[in-house]
């Protein structure tokens, strides 16, 4: 091992381990800071690093990346883990694992280093990233190696080498941002029956102080991709910002779940993720208009497969791109607008339209027949139920059962 290249985000634990590696292998140190709209000042975080014994600090800017490649990339997908989790950590992920490899190979790194813990997600989706893209790199996980058990003992090591954190054991947070989300983990949310603080959250409104009059909100798409807001066409990272604005003012996208991790076990988490959440709703609401039923029906397995793969670390698989693909087939007619009402942490569907619309209000309609002709519903139901028909004469006794006690 010749260099490595650790990810740093100049937090308690990526701190903590830009001194250990340097005092445990004895080799060059690379810093790497992905921007991905976490809104930090990573001049600063650039100038701690070098403090802390880092060779050098690379700050990427990956935002447009990571919105148009992966947040927007997810929306078409609806992509949603165990039908709540918007997966704000899952998608920066592998965005930022794909930046770390490209300047790991330039600085002439041999290693990669993260600060994952040994229990969670983000190993596994650091390291099945390195192992599609640049197997040949070496990976370090400190937690995984190291004697320290929990943060605490991180706090303890960061006092002794005079190492600045960000943490106090009186509110020991472990949280995640990027333009997509904020996500909290460990302190008091480790009782899965202790209600969050409500000063834990850093975006958006309480919903009980939100604005007492509700807002709409109109957002465009074409082949799935979210193009504008209330009539005014912006760019990608441009888009989510204003959404984002305009649901964390109404208290919209908060998330409380407890989760199933890859690895087996499960997990409290809690999110803010205000702009995607209008998003995804909208763009649902498009997609009833324009999606085949069929298509539909197998749209919503495909989601199920892709937000599985991406929350389990599986962005560069072979499979993803066969769903992404798939996805993206079924993305060419979801061109239109949803409309949402938003008002006290909630988010209303309340219109939506498109020219490739599917919908035919004669044929919909209560008030007229239309092209459909009332006959044929007969003989459509006496064809489905003619297996119900077989079925119930061969279990007698099974009907029996169902009858009702005299």
Known sequence: MKKILLAYSGGLDTSCIMTWLKETYGVPVVAYCANVGQGEDLEAVAEKAIKTGAEKCIIDDLTQDFVSNYVFESVKANGLYEGVYLMGTSLARPCIAQGMITAALKEGCDAIAHGATGKGNDQVR??????????????????????????????????????????TKEKPYSMDANI???????????????????????????????????????????????VAINGESLGAVELLTKVNEIAAKHGVGRVDLVENRFIGIKSRGVYE?????????????????????????????????????????????????????????????VTGWG???????NAIVIGRDSQSSLYDSKISSFEEMGMFDKLDSGGFINVNGLRLTAWSKCNESLKKSLQPAT
């Not at 409309?339 to 942490?345: P, Q, R, V």
Request: glycine share 6%; aromatic share 10%.
């Open 273 to 333: 993720t205000p702009g995607a959440t209008l998003l995804m709703q909208a763009h649902m609401a498009v997609e009833s208009l324009t999606l085949d039923r069929e298509v539909a029906h197998m749209k919503q397995q495909t989601s199920l497969k892709f937000a599985e793969l991406c929350y389990n670390g599986f962005w560069f698989a072979p499979e993803m791109q066969i769903v992404k693909t798939t996805i993206d087939a079924t993305q060419a007619s």
């Open 339 to 345: 409309k949402l009402k938003l008002y006290k942490g």
């Open 180 to 226: 997509m989300h904020i996500s909290y983990e460990g302190g008091i949310l480790e009782d899965p029956a202790a209600p969050p603080p409500e000063d834990i959250y850093l975006w958006t409104t309480n919903p009980e102080n939100a604005p007492d009059k509700a807002e709409e909100v109109t957002i465009e798409f074409k082949c799935g991709v979210p």
């Open 126 to 167: 650091f390291e099945l990233a390195v192992k599609a893209l640049a197997p040949h790199l070496q990976i370090i996980a400190p937690w995984r190696e190291w004697n320290f058990t929990g943060r605490n003992d991180l706090i303890e090591y960061a006092k002794q080498h005079g190492i600045p954190v960000p943490v």
